[in-house]
């Protein structure tokens, strides 16, 4: 872990090829979250009603073309998204593999880039079987919340959360191990092990090897400590802003306010794209030393 991190911290192309990654698989939400009001039960009808409405009142074509638009949005998310943010993880996993501490360059072979992002997805079948549990019982918790709303200063996403604690942690530790299962996988892929043995020695290693478990838990606790102190910073200082804006401050206020935020979320997404990028590398460390 310590050889991993100062190898990242020395390289800004691993803190790109990470961060790329990183954005695509859905962290820009963790980017983007802390700096925008999260919607009220009120706000969430006036805006879904009137679609709602029409949809009702429009017939089953279009209640059938929403369906299938939104399958269409979401298929091409998960397979584009997967077949680039593969081919970045080939990119730097060669990166860091070609780094002094290991010299062990990965051959490029036809169709590398494919099976990656076929690890990236298969990993993650058993997410989608937590997800199917976990996705009812979140319904049920948004009925129960729409219905008898909580406490009014807390966000009702929190609510929500804290009405189906049990589904949202598991999903939380579905989703990391499915993460760290298929990264693991397509390291071994790129060293030169065929689709099923990597695979297999991506859960194998993930499960059985104690260095492997303490390698995703140091690395997420990283980011997650990163991320959730990143975000405090810009969701202080972007309502700060909002207040200058809404108060009518003066031209050298708003200046001033505009600029704290930028800075503070410009360091809040560098720092996230460094931890980023000693995780990726430590990962690849992980699994080359494995293999050696």
Known sequence: MGTSLLAALGRPTWWLLAMAAFLIRGGLLVLVVPIVTLPTAAGLTNVVAPTVVGLVFGGTDSLMNLIVG????????LVGGAVIAAAI?????????????????VAARPG??????????AAHVPT?????????????????????????????????????????????????LG??????????????????????????????RPTTLATLLLGNAAIVAIAVLSGGVAAVTSSALRLVIVDGG???????????????????????????????????????????
Do not use: C, H, K, N
Not at 112 to 121: D, G, I, S
Not at 190 to 196: C, N
């Open 112 to 121: 590398l880039v494919l099976r990656a992002a076929t690890l990236r997805l």
């Open 89 to 105: 993880d080939v990119a730097l996993v060669d990166e860091v593999a070609r780094d002094d501490d290991l010299d062990a360059p």
């Open 179 to 208: 993460e760290a299962a298929g990264g693991l996988a397509v390291r071994r892929l790129v060293a030169g092990s065929d689709l099923r043995r990597a695979l297999r020695d991506g859960w194998l290693g993930l499960l059985l």
């Open 128 to 176: 989608l079987v937590v997800l199917v549990w976990a996705g009812a019982r979140i319904a049920i918790a948004t009925y129960e919340e729409l219905a008898a709303p909580g406490e009014a200063a807390v966000p009702m996403i929190v609510r929500i959360a804290l009405r189906a604690p049990e589904a949202v942690a598991a999903l939380t530790i579905a989703w990391a």
């Open 70 to 77: 939104a399958v269409v949005v979401v298929l091409v998310w």
């Open 250 to 292: 003066s031209r050298t206020e708003l200046l001033a306010a505009l600029f704290i935020f930028s800075i503070a979320w410009l360091a809040g997404a560098w720092l996230i794209a460094v931890a980023v990028a000693w995780r990726q590398a430590a990962w690849t460390f992980e699994a080359l030393r494995a293999r050696r």
